[in-house]
């Protein structure tokens, strides 16, 4: 069974400071790798789809990168509305999915 | 607009069933895959099931395989799904998601509803 790991798990950081989030699959997924935010009681919104695209609509401070089995979000010049959970998903077998266990990042 | 909206959630013993919908508007249901993905209470999104367009594939997890079963009904623009033998750690938001892409492009839940919470529960 395809598994999803997630470093760190969570996080502190200050607006404005630069994120990273790594994800790491238990084998090859090409790019076949997307990353959601999800906020307190609401639903999780898509930010990168197929490692590296921009949903459009959000803000280009979010860039995802990588390809088989590492990937990693990158959230520049953190803004406040961006503290929230991120979870990334591997989609690699059509119409079977995987999420991470999620990576919160909160205010320092 | 896009809109997902969840109904069919509440309180049931371990044992018990419950059928979840998922009624969809704003665009045109039978072009589309379906998922089921659920989060129990402050723990994370874990995937349930996925159904395709004309409902010939449907894949399920491990942890729900012959308790749940997905359907859909293209001519209702309804998305389902029927919960079996439900147990203490179903209990969670389950939320219905619209997929793009899956045949021929990138894969990704593109829209989701605001969830229903099934509560497993003596």
């Known amino acids: 069974d395809m598994q999803m790991t997630q470093s760190p798990s969570s996080l502190s950081a200050s607006v404005g400071d630069r994120v990273t989030i790594t994800c790491r699959a238990s084998?090859?997924?090409?790019?076949?790798l997307n990353w959601y935010q999800q906020k307190p009681g609401k639903a999780p919104t898509v930010l990168i789809y197929?490692?590296?695209s921009l949903q459009s609509g959000v803000p280009s401070r979010f860039s995802g990168s990588g390809s088989g089995t590492d990937f990693t979000l990158t959230i520049s010049n953190l803004q406040p509305e961006d503290f929230a959970t991120y979870y990334c998903?591997?989609?690699?077998?059509?119409?079977?999915?995987?999420f991470g266990p999620g990576t919160k990042v909160d205010i320092k | 607009e896009v809109q997902l909206v969840e109904s069919g959630g509440g309180l049931v013993k371990p044992g018990g069933s419950l059928r979840l919908s998922c009624a969809a508007s704003g665009f045109t249901l039978s072009n589309y895959d379906m998922n089921w993905v659920r989060q129990a209470p402050g723990k994370g999104l874990e995937w349930v099931s996925s159904i395709s367009t004309t409902s010939y594939y449907k894949f399920y997890a491990d942890s729900v395989r012959g308790r749940f079963t997905i359907s859909r009904d293209n001519t209702k623009k309804s998305l389902y799904l029927e919960m079996n033998s439900l147990r203490p750690d179903d209990t969670a938001v389950y939320y219905c998601?619209?997929?793009?892409?899956?045949?021929?492009?990138?894969?990704?839940?593109?829209?989701w509803g605001q969830g229903t919470l099934v509560t497993v529960s003596s």
């Open positions: 998601t619209r997929l793009r892409g899956c045949s021929s492009s990138p894969c990704y839940d593109e829209y």
């Open positions: 197929a490692a590296s």
């Open positions: 084998q090859s997924i090409g790019t076949s």
């Open positions: 998903q591997q989609t690699y077998s059509t119409l079977l999915f995987t």
